[in-house]
């Protein structure tokens, strides 16, 4: 069973920082790629920020030289640096990971979501 932890959401003001963090475990082959997405109410779930087993990095334009993403493939964990965050950074951040399993022979290649953490900025 692979699951996705996150962690690290809360309440803070505008211009200040939070660190997500998203752990997989399970009985895992190989994690391909990570990433962060946000879903506010009434909004589509966007990505937010993606970086692939090596190491290439993607943002979404809104968050570009706020946000950092980065890995620690030793420990099976995505984290997001969010920093400025303003306001309509409000949204529930969900963990997606790209991970290859293998079982009976076969090997399976799947997203998987964590359950997600509330980030919420006051002005």
């Known amino acids: 069973q692979v699951q996705l932890v996150e962690s690290g959401g809360g309440l803070v003001q505008a211009g200040g920082s939070l660190r997500l963090s998203c752990a997989a475990s399970?009985?895992?082959?190989?994690?391909?790629?990570m990433g962060w997405y946000r879903q506010a109410p009434g909004k589509q779930r966007e990505l937010v920020a993606h970086?692939?087993?090596?190491?290439?990095?993607t943002y979404a334009d809104s968050v570009k030289g706020r946000f950092t993403i980065s890995r620690d493939s030793a420990k099976n964990t995505v984290y997001l640096q969010m920093n400025s965050l303003k306001p309509e950074d409000t949204a529930g951040y969900y963990c997606?990971?790209?991970?290859?399993?293998?079982?009976?022979?076969?090997?399976?290649?799947?997203?998987?979501w964590g359950q997600g953490t509330q980030v919420t900025v006051s002005s």
């Open positions: 399970g009985i895992i082959f190989s994690i391909n790629a």
């Open positions: 970086i692939t087993s090596g190491s290439t990095t």
């Open positions: 997606n990971a790209e991970i290859t399993r293998y079982s009976g022979g076969i090997y399976r290649t799947s997203n998987y």
